[in-house]
T-cell receptor, first 117, second 113 residues
Framework: GAVVSQHPSWVICKSGTSVKIECRSL??????MFWYRQFPKQSLMLMAT?????????EQGVEKDKFLINHASLTLSTLTVTSAHPEDSSFYIC?????????????FGQGTRLTVV | AQTVTQSQPEMSVQEAETVTLSCTYD???????LFWYKQPPSRQMILVIRQEAYKQQNATENRFSVNFQKAAKSFSLKISDSQLGDAAMYFCALKTSYDKVIFGPGTSLSVIP
């Protein structure tokens, strides 16, 4: 149990366009999900906390108007990169805390490689 | 604020030997969890081992064990009988009561045949 699925695995978009990344908890409900960004050879940097039924909480330095987060249901959070630019190219990973006996763990999606050209 | 530090950007180990990866952390919370995650080239995050802060006993998971020194805020990972498949990035991570997981900068582990 506790599977998080992220889609798409990779995406290429043109500069100035928007791209949406989905994060789903497949077999459990997640009132909270987290979005991370990872540049090559670097660590995962927390971007924001997605909250079901309320606004996302962004980490310092993350532009909330560029990275729109919507937690539409207890199993789905989306990250939309708006007006993407080449510097937004990165690896984006979502995670959700487990529930029940798994509530001390975090479960991660497969990640999305975004390339902006 | 919570921070996680890994002072070894790169490490290498001979196959079948033992290697220890270092990690220190800082948090003002009394209830927290520590993790070591492995990230292979596929970039999927794989949980290696977990330690609850309230437990004094060091966690062990097959060839992986930790040395948890709570007072020193140290959490090192020991990999015994290293295998080629252990080669990956290893991240030390801290999870507090708010469920956020904060990662260290990572250690790239190479295993030499």
């Amino acid at each position: 149990g506790a599977v998080v699925s992220q889609h798409p695995s990779w995406v290429i978009c043109k500069s100035g366009t928007s791209v949406k990344i989905e994060c789903r908890s497949l077999d459990f409900q997640a009132t909270t999900m987290f979005w991370y960004r990872q540049f090559p050879k670097q660590s995962l940097m927390l971007m924001a906390t997605s909250n079901e039924g309320s606004k996302a909480t962004y980490e310092q330095g993350v532009e909330k108007d560029k990275f729109l987060i919507n937690h539409a249901s207890l199993t789905l959070s989306t990250l939309t990169v708006t007006s993407a630019h080449p510097e937004d190219s990165s690896f984006y990973i979502c995670s959700a805390p487990g529930t029940g006996r798994l509530n001390t763990e975090a479960f991660f999606g497969q990640g999305t490689r975004l390339t902006v050209v | 604020a919570q921070t996680v530090t890994q002072s070894q950007p790169e490490m290498s180990v001979q196959e079948a030997e033992t290697v220890t990866l270092s990690c220190t952390y800082d948090t003002s919370e009394s209830d927290y969890y520590l993790f070591w995650y492995k990230q292979p080239p596929s970039r999927q995050m794989i949980l290696v081992i977990r330690q609850e802060a309230y437990k004094q006993q060091n966690a062990t998971e097959n060839r992986f064990s930790v040395n948890f020194q709570k007072a020193a805020k140290s959490f090192s990972l020991k990999i015994s009988d290293s295998q080629l498949g252990d080669a990956a990035m290893y991240f030390c991570a801290l999870k507090t009561s708010y469920d956020k997981v904060i990662f260290g900068p990572g250690t790239s582990l190479s295993v030499i045949p």
